[in-house]
Nanobody
């Protein structure tokens, strides 16, 4: 069993930065691929970024490539999403997710956090 708790969301002006954190509990966190997803009001949840269990391979949605960086600190059981050059269209609830095996850009994750709100003002 893995439990995920996101933090770091908030209100920021366009062009600003935020760093989201996802703290995981569970003895086998290091063997899970991790992903970040987001859901804007009235829209479906969408893939943002993912990282494999070693942290060597990362994947990004085209909409955030070059602006967002996913990373993980295995000893701290934490995954991060550094978000730079934020835009109003990045406004959404951001969710952390974990899955056994390789990272995926689909919703096929085993565990999900409760989400953290990110609001980008213009």
């Amino acid at each position: 069993q893995v439990q995920l708790v996101e933090s770091g969301g908030g209100l920021v002006q366009a062009g600003g930065s935020l760093r989201l954190s996802c703290a995981a509990s569970g003895r086998t966190f290091s063997s899970y691929a991790m992903g970040w997803f987001r859901q804007a009001p009235g829209k479906e949840r969408e893939f943002v970024a993912a990282i494999n269990w070693t942290g060597d391979n990362t994947y990004y949605a085209d909409s955030v490539k070059g602006r967002f960086t996913i990373s993980r600190d295995i000893p701290k059981n934490t995954v991060y999403l550094q978000m730079n050059s934020l835009k109003p269209e990045d406004t959404a609830v951001y969710y952390c997710a974990a899955r056994r095996g390789v990272p995926r850009a689909t919703m096929e994750y085993d565990y999900w956090g409760q989400g953290t709100q990110v609001t980008v003002s213009s």
